[in-house]
């Protein structure tokens, strides 16, 4: 069973909307959390990292939070472009340990 | 320009015929890992190296070998590919404390026949 699942899996939304993108982990110890963002036919690139006593951090329009008490994690994106569409990655790390969630595949619409 | 470099980008071949995926990064990072990514599954770490000459298996090390002769350079080599090697593979790179970000190559598509 994978430690870090996201959901939805996909998510279809209008330009100019919000959309919240979630992430649920197992991982432990917890050491830090990533969001990355992975544009078709490129690499993942970090959006943000949240440690232990981080329950919010923005870059720009995007917004995550982490609860490491329920052990979940969210993206909020605002108003949104049509450059966002993208698969957005989850990523845990306990130590050494790495787990990467299966992401999920945002399409945004004109 | 900060970059991971991978080639090639696409490649198709036949079972059991040697290949190697090079990786690049010209940031001086110590820590560099290769990835697969497959449908559904999110990315599994195949080997990884902490520094020069230092290697270990990452989740899914099976068929493949990683060399790390210099700080640059880690190329990923499969002696005897099968079909089951089929996916997109990702080099990344990070300095060697642990919270700074990877960088992720573009990615190298292999088909294996």
């Known amino acids: 069973k994978n430690q870090v699942e996201q959901s939805p899996q996909s998510l279809i939304i209008l330009e100019g909307k919000n959309c919240t993108l979630q992430?649920?982990?197992?991982?432990?110890?917890?050491?830090?959390l990533r969001w990355y963002k992975q544009d078709t036919g490129r690499g993942p690139v970090s959006l943000t990292i949240m440690t232990f006593s981080e329950n919010t951090k923005s870059n720009g329009r995007y917004t995550a939070t982490l609860d490491a008490d329920t052990k979940q994690s969210s993206l909020h994106i605002t108003a949104s472009q049509l450059s966002d569409s993208a698969s957005y990655i989850c990523?845990?790390?306990?130590?050494?340990?790495?787990?990467f969630g299966a992401g999920t595949r945002l399409t945004v619409k004109p | 320009e900060a970059q991971v470099t991978q080639n090639p980008r696409y490649l198709i071949t036949v079972t059991g015929k040697k290949l190697t995926v090079t990786c690049s990064q010209n940031m001086n990072h110590e820590y560099m890992s290769w990835y697969r990514q497959d449908p559904g599954l999110g990315l599994r770490q195949i080997y990884y190296?902490?520094?020069?000459?230092?290697?270990d298996k990452g989740d899914v090390p099976e068929g493949y070998k990683v060399s790390r002769k210099e700080k640059r350079n880690f190329p990923l080599i499969l002696e005897s590919p099968s079909p089951n090697q089929t996916s997109l593979y990702f080099c990344?790179?990070?300095?060697?404390?642990?919270?700074?970000?990877?960088?992720f190559g573009d990615g190298t598509r292999l088909s294996i026949l």
């Open positions: 990523v845990v790390s306990a130590n050494n340990d790495m787990r």
């Open positions: 992430c649920n982990y197992t991982v432990s110890p917890f050491s830090n």
């Open positions: 990344a790179s990070r300095p060697g404390r642990r919270n700074q970000p990877q960088h």
């Open positions: 190296s902490m520094n020069v000459e230092v290697t």
